[in-house]
């Protein structure tokens, strides 16, 4: 087996503090819940035929935002240019309907991470 990285030595001398493990567990869930719907809107964009410049074009805003949307190693997109995107691929983003519940009664902070979405065609 491969020696750990430093990184990976810290993270886990890290993980043993409750508040630290809590956090990163919450950041890593809206990292991949982030991955996840940018991975969708690339594949209905796709199959859409659509091309990043085009949808650019169609929400008004530099084409190297909309590349920089769909390409970026640590997606962390701004919930209007997400929401412009949906859009101008024709598609709605839902919150399951057991998370709506969830969201009145949970502050905002914890929600995020808790929320799951899915994009409909």
């Known amino acids: ?13 890290y993980m043993q503090d409750p508040e630290f493990a809590r956090a990163y567990k919450e950041s890593r ?12 809107l690339d594949q209905a964009r796709a199959a859409r035929k659509m091309s990043k410049a085009a949808i650019a074009r169609q929400i008004g805003v530099p084409a190297p935002s909309v590349r920089r949307f769909f390409t970026q190693r640590d997606p962390n ?3 209007g240019l ?3 995107i949906v859009d101008a691929l024709g598609l709605e983003l839902m919150p399951k ?21 899915r994009v409909r065609a």
Do not use: C, Y
């Open 77 to 79: 997109p701004g919930l």
């Open 97 to 117: 309907e057991e998370s709506r519940a969830k969201v009145r009664r949970q502050p905002a902070m914890n929600v995020a991470a808790r929320v799951s979405h």
């Open 1 to 13: 087996m491969a020696e750990k990285s430093a990184w990976e030595q810290d993270r886990e001398e």
């Open 29 to 40: 869930a809206r990292f991949e819940l982030s991955a996840a719907l940018i991975g969708r």
């Open 82 to 84: 997400t929401l412009q």
